[in-house]
C-alpha cells in the first residue's frame, strides 16, 4: 500500500490548522479498512505540513511504522536551512523518520522502487518549493506506457494553472 503525502495531520501535529474530525489514520482504518501497519511507501511531494501531518503521531512516532518515506534531497536540505520557513513543521515531521531509518532521499526523476512500485515515476516539479515533486501512475501494461495519472501536489492550485502554469503561487 502506498500512500502520496500524509495530509494535515489531526490537529495535534499541524498546530496552525484545524483539528480535523477524521484524520488520514481514521480514514484508512475505518473506512478503507488499511492498517497504518500495511503501508509501505509514502512519496512526499513536498514537506509543508498539510501535506506531511501525519509522519508522526502526537507523541512524535512513525504514523506508519513499515513504510520508507521518500522526499527529494533538495527539499530536505533546503528544510534544514534557518532561513526555511517550515523548518520546525520539517523537523518535527522527519525527523523521527529519519531515527528511524525510514527516510529515504531522492536525487533525481524516476522510479523510485523497481520492486514495490514499478509503475510510480517521480518528477521534478520544483517551483512551489526547492525540491517538490510529481508522481506519474504508469500503466502495467507495456501497451499503455503513457502516464495514465499524474499526482501534482501543489504544483497546481487552479484548473487555469494547466493553462498558465506561471501563476502557481
Given at each position: 500500500n502506498i500512500l502520496?503525502?500524509?495530509?494535515?495531520g489531526d490537529g495535534s501535529t499541524t498546530r496552525y490548522l484545524p483539528a480535523l474530525q477524521h484524520s488520514l489514520?481514521?480514514?484508512?482504518?475505518?473506512?478503507?479498512g488499511i492498517a497504518p501497519d500495511a503501508i509501505h511507501m509514502v512519496i512526499h511531494s513536498h514537506m509543508?505540513?498539510?501535506?506531511c501531518g501525519n509522519n508522526v503521531n502526537a507523541y512524535g512516532?512513525?504514523?506508519?511504522?513499515?513504510?520508507?518515506?521518500?522526499?527529494?534531497?533538495?527539499?530536505?536540505?533546503?528544510?534544514?536551512?534557518?532561513?526555511?520557513?517550515?523548518r520546525e513543521d520539517a523537523a518535527r515531521m522527519f525527523a523521527?523518520?529519519?531515527?528511524?531509518g525510514?527516510?529515504?532521499?531522492?536525487?533525481?526523476?524516476g522510479v523510485?522502487?523497481?520492486?514495490?512500485?514499478?509503475?510510480?515515476?517521480?518528477?521534478?516539479?520544483?517551483?512551489?518549493?526547492?525540491?517538490?515533486?510529481?508522481?506519474?501512475?504508469?500503466?502495467a501494461v507495456a501497451a499503455e506506457a503513457a502516464?495514465?495519472?499524474?499526482?501534482?501536489?501543489?504544483a497546481l492550485h487552479l484548473p487555469a494553472q494547466v493553462a498558465h502554469p506561471g501563476w502557481s503561487p
Open positions: 502520496l503525502d500524509t495530509a494535515c489514520v481514521h480514514t484508512l482504518q475505518n473506512e478503507l509543508h505540513a498539510d501535506h512516532a512513525p504514523t506508519f511504522a513499515n513504510a520508507t518515506h521518500y522526499v527529494h534531497r533538495k527539499e530536505y536540505d533546503f528544510s534544514l536551512l534557518p532561513s526555511c520557513p517550515w523521527p523518520l529519519a531515527a528511524a525510514q527516510l529515504a532521499l531522492i536525487d533525481g526523476d523510485v522502487d523497481a520492486t514495490r512500485a514499478p509503475q510510480l515515476e517521480v518528477l521534478s516539479a520544483a517551483g512551489h518549493t526547492p525540491g517538490h515533486l510529481a508522481v506519474a501512475l504508469r500503466s502516464a495514465s495519472a499524474v499526482y501534482v501536489g501543489d
